[in-house]
């Protein structure tokens, strides 16, 4: 079952040094899952200062600057992975740095059928 992997912290909880030493470990973290054939996907995302959110009213499309909802952790990557079962998902969201000093939220994919596939 694939499983995505939302990790949520504060954007000022890691210093330059610390985010690097992240991105480092998350990287090797992706290598390990992929030699076990766990690994889909992974990325940090851009500052939540970079965000646009749409919605569409009434037939109209709303565009405003920043995330969808404002809270004190806001969401700064993801992992796609493939596990057997939620234990397995909880052991590897358990292994992701951000875990360290946010919340990795942990859902089950949809796999809607008639999708283009993957390159």
């Known amino acids: 079952m694939k499983y995505m992997l939302l990790i ?35 990325s940090p995302l851009h500052s939540v200062s970079t965000a646009t959110s749409i919605q569409i009213r009434e037939g109209k499309r709303i565009v405003t600057d920043g995330p969808f909802a404002e809270t004190r952790e806001q969401l700064g990557g993801y992992f796609m992975i493939d596990a057997r079962d939620l234990d397995e998902a909880i052991e590897i969201a358990s292994q992701i740095p951000g875990a360290k000093k946010g919340t990795v939220e942990i859902r089950p994919v949809v796999e809607l059928t008639g999708l283009p596939s993957s390159l």
């Open 8 to 42: 949520y912290g504060r954007e000022d909880a890691w210093t330059e040094n610390e985010r690097e030493q992240c991105y480092h470990d998350s990287t090797k973290l992706t290598h390990e899952l992929n030699e076990k054939g766990k690994f889909i996907a992974a």
